[in-house]
């Protein structure tokens, strides 16, 4: 079994104090008989009665690493793969990767990362580590 992330039960923390319940810490998504995957976190958090609930999975990235860019090569990769079997298996669940805010504002900031997340349209939940709460959104 793969480690958890160092910000792992940030993350967690951060999602309980915004409302959300953790329904599944991992979640297992198998799309193919060959094929297992992990997404670290899956929450639920009841928007209002008119429109149900909202569930999210999120993957929790430290980006601590040498290479802010090797990490990031990383963690598109795995949003994209997750994406597509959250869309196969889980559609009504919205997957977001998150990120220390600090990383948000020195590394995601680049034209050339926010081209890459634009254009695969990766959700991020930023956050701030020492506070543990969730900082920003970004859709």
Do not use: C
């Amino acid at each position: 079994m793969s480690a958890k992330d160092i910000f792992h039960n940030t993350v967690r923390s951060a999602l309980e104090k915004d409302g959300w319940t953790i329904t599944n810490e991992p979640l297992f998504l198998q799309p193919s008989q060959e094929v297992t995957m992990k997404v670290d976190l899956a929450a639920e958090k009841l928007i209002s009665a008119q429109k149900g609930n909202q569930k999210i999975a999120v993957e929790v990235k430290s980006f601590v690493g040498l290479s802010a860019i090797s990490e990031f090569h990383t963690a598109v990769g795995q949003f994209m793969n997750y994406q597509v079997a959250l869309e196969k298996l889980e559609p009504e669940r919205i997957l977001y990767l998150a990120i220390p805010r600090d990383i948000y504002q020195e590394f995601f900031t680049d034209s050339f990362v926010q081209e890459v997340v634009k254009r695969y349209q990766i959700k991020l939940l930023v956050f701030h580590v020492k506070k543990q709460e969730i900082a920003l959104w970004k859709n």
